[in-house]
């Protein structure tokens, strides 16, 4: 992807001149001859340097160092005909990125440019690598000794070192995206952005638009460019998640990408190109929803070149005890608690079917560990919905009934349009992403 640079000089020679150099050198340019034509763009655009005059005919550079430096990191280079040292100093101390005085070279110049981007680059990495401080996807990052995990362990180590496409099946809370997470920190895209995308959580209407971008004015609210997840992922991965709510006609679009590695902002005409690894997941039966007419049977196939398939917790209990240590020890840190589950609270931890599987796990163990105030954590203190059923002890509070029924229904209906979530929510009356709420709420799968 080509980089943009905001261009602002008042003389027309210097201007076109630079504006040549720069797009000779593969950059793309905007030029103004005004400091307000300038500002207005940068509020509309989005820029990876500026360069500007300092005497301008209606503000000086230094007000547009202050403007662009309040706003972004873009990184900006003043120069000017009548440099001092008094004037560097100024432009430093407002947060420019250099300063250069006329009469320069076009090689000096450029090298400038290629300077402030790289730097900003790095910055921009430094920040992604904070976010992953504490983790580490150097080895598998996923806990399991029973034969199922090490079958998903070895397939991971193998697909880590291609950039196949690859989709992950999985009930909620398997750890589809941990799965991703790790597939990606260890191929040779780890340098390089991952974003993760959950789709049934965007609101229908607005899928395109945070999947492939819009230009200005594409549609109501559309105020300024703004780049897609594909174009933010160049380089690295893209991890599409619950890929099965994906609408009929984005999922035209995701194959075009798939297959050409090309897309349009919506509303833009030009075309981009991305390098981009895919690796999506689904908790839906896809092969049914092919069957059903709801997802493309092209892309089914483009998506399934590689499929894992990640077990619930229920068929691999003899990896139970390994997580609760872990995350037990997790939340002892976390909370600054030397505590431990009694015998009989791992037995129920241990025989209990986790409907929303090791996520579920781990949150009853913090939701244990932070309620407790004694060292051992017994079974009574464990959720009631895990321990033997007592009638008498059943719940008689209206919030709780109301919410066992709101769950039966949303099961029914999901039961009669054979979990389109979409069709779901319609019938329901309500969206797509507050359905999807109330499914991770409720854990319903």
Same mark, same amino acid.
């Given at each position: 992807?080509?980089?943009?640079?905001?261009?602002?000089?008042?003389?027309?020679?210097?201007?076109?001149?630079?504006?040549?150099?720069?797009? $000779?050198?593969?950059?793309?340019?905007?030029?103004?001859?005004?400091?307000?034509?300038?500002?207005? !763009? &940068?509020?509309?655009?989005?820029?990876? $340097?500026?360069?500007? @005059?300092?005497?301008?005919?209606?503000?000086?550079?230094? @007000?547009?160092?202050?403007?662009?430096?309040?706003?972004?990191?873009?990184?900006?280079?003043?120069?000017?005909?009548?440099?001092?040292?008094?004037?560097?100093?100024?432009?430093?101390?407002?947060?420019?990125?250099?300063?250069?005085?006329?009469?320069?070279?076009?090689?000096?110049?450029?090298?400038?440019?290629?300077?402030?981007?790289?730097?900003?680059?790095?910055?921009?990495?430094?920040?992604?690598?904070?976010?992953?401080?504490?983790?580490?996807?150097?080895? /598998?990052?996923?806990?399991?000794?029973?034969?199922?995990?090490?079958?998903?362990?070895?397939?991971?180590?193998?697909? !880590? $070192?291609?950039?196949? =496409?690859?989709?992950? &099946?999985?009930?909620?809370?398997?750890?589809?995206?941990?799965?991703?997470?790790?597939?990606?920190?260890?191929?040779?895209?780890?340098?390089?952005?991952?974003?993760?995308?959950?789709?049934?959580?965007? /609101?229908?209407?607005?899928?395109? !638009?945070?999947? &492939?971008?819009?230009?200005?004015?594409?549609?109501?609210?559309?105020?300024?460019?703004?780049?897609?997840?594909?174009?933010?992922?160049?380089?690295?991965?893209?991890?599409? @998640?619950?890929?099965?709510?994906?609408?009929?006609? =984005?999922?035209?679009?995701?194959?075009?990408?798939?297959?050409?590695?090309?897309?349009?902002?919506?509303?833009?005409?030009?075309?981009?190109?991305?390098?981009?690894?895919?690796?999506?997941?689904?908790?839906?039966?896809?092969?049914?929803?092919?069957?059903?007419?709801? &997802?493309?049977?092209?892309?089914?196939?483009?998506?399934?070149?590689?499929?894992? =398939?990640?077990?619930?917790?229920?068929?691999?209990?003899?990896?139970?005890?390994?997580?609760?240590?872990?995350?037990?020890?997790?939340?002892?840190?976390?909370?600054?608690?030397?505590?431990?589950?009694?015998?009989?609270?791992?037995?129920?931890?241990? $025989?209990?079917?986790?409907?929303?599987?090791?996520?579920?796990?781990?949150?009853?163990?913090?939701?244990?560990?932070?309620?407790?105030?004694?060292?051992?954590?017994?079974?009574?203190?464990? /959720?009631?919905?895990?321990?033997?059923?007592?009638?008498?002890?059943?719940?008689?509070?209206?919030?709780?009934?109301?919410?066992?029924?709101?769950?039966?229904?949303?099961?029914?209906?999901?039961?009669? =349009?054979?979990?389109?979530?979409?069709?779901?929510?319609?019938?329901?009356?309500?969206?797509?992403?507050?359905?999807?709420?109330?499914?991770?709420?409720?854990?319903?799968?």
């Amino acid at each position: 992807m080509k980089k943009t640079v905001l261009l602002i000089e008042d003389e027309k020679i210097m201007r076109v001149t630079l504006e040549d150099a720069l797009k $000779a050198a593969g950059f793309e340019v905007m030029a103004f001859e005004t400091g307000g034509a300038a500002m207005q !763009s &940068f509020g509309d655009n989005s820029f990876d $340097a500026a360069v500007t @005059d300092v005497m301008l005919p209606d503000m000086n550079g230094f @007000d547009i160092v202050r403007e662009i430096t309040s706003r972004s990191d873009t990184p900006v280079i003043v120069m000017t005909a009548y440099g001092t040292i008094k004037d560097a100093v100024e432009a430093m101390k407002l947060g420019a990125f250099d300063y250069i005085t006329k009469p320069f070279s076009l090689d000096e110049f450029l090298l400038l440019v290629q300077r402030a981007l790289e730097i900003k680059q790095l910055k921009e990495e430094n920040v992604r690598l904070r976010k992953d401080l504490g983790k580490c996807y150097c080895g /598998p990052n996923i806990i399991g000794e029973s034969a199922e995990m090490r079958k998903v362990f070895s397939l991971v180590e193998r697909v !880590s $070192a291609s950039d196949a =496409t690859v989709l992950i &099946f999985g009930e909620s809370g398997t750890g589809k995206e941990l799965v991703a997470t790790t597939i990606h920190y260890q191929s040779g895209r780890k340098d390089k952005p991952l974003i993760k995308v959950n789709c049934a959580a965007l /609101p229908e209407g607005l899928i395109e !638009s945070e999947l &492939f971008g819009h230009e200005k004015g594409a549609f109501t609210g559309a105020a300024k460019k703004k780049p897609g997840r594909f174009e933010l992922a160049d380089g690295g991965t893209i991890f599409l @998640d619950e890929i099965g709510d994906l609408p009929l006609p =984005t999922q035209s679009k995701i194959l075009r990408v798939i297959q050409e590695r090309q897309f349009e902002r919506i509303g833009g005409t030009t075309t981009l190109n991305v390098n981009v690894r895919i690796i999506a997941a689904t908790n839906s039966n896809l092969e049914a929803q092919v069957k059903a007419g709801r &997802f493309r049977e092209d892309l089914f196939y483009r998506f399934n070149v590689i499929p894992i =398939t990640l077990p619930p917790l229920r068929n691999r209990k003899e990896d139970i005890p390994e997580l609760i240590e872990f995350f037990m020890d997790k939340f002892r840190k976390k909370l600054s608690k030397n505590i431990r589950f009694s015998k009989d609270a791992v037995d129920l931890l241990i $025989a209990f079917d986790y409907p929303g599987n090791v996520r579920e796990l781990e949150n009853i163990i913090e939701r244990c560990v932070t309620l407790s105030t004694s060292e051992v954590i017994s079974k009574e203190e464990l /959720p009631s919905f895990m321990l033997p059923e007592n009638p008498s002890a059943k719940s008689l509070l209206l919030s709780d009934i109301a919410a066992g029924a709101e769950i039966n229904h949303i099961r029914r209906v999901l039961h009669t =349009t054979q979990g389109n979530k979409t069709k779901a929510a319609e019938l329901l009356g309500i969206s797509r992403k507050t359905l999807w709420e109330k499914m991770t709420s409720y854990r319903i799968e």
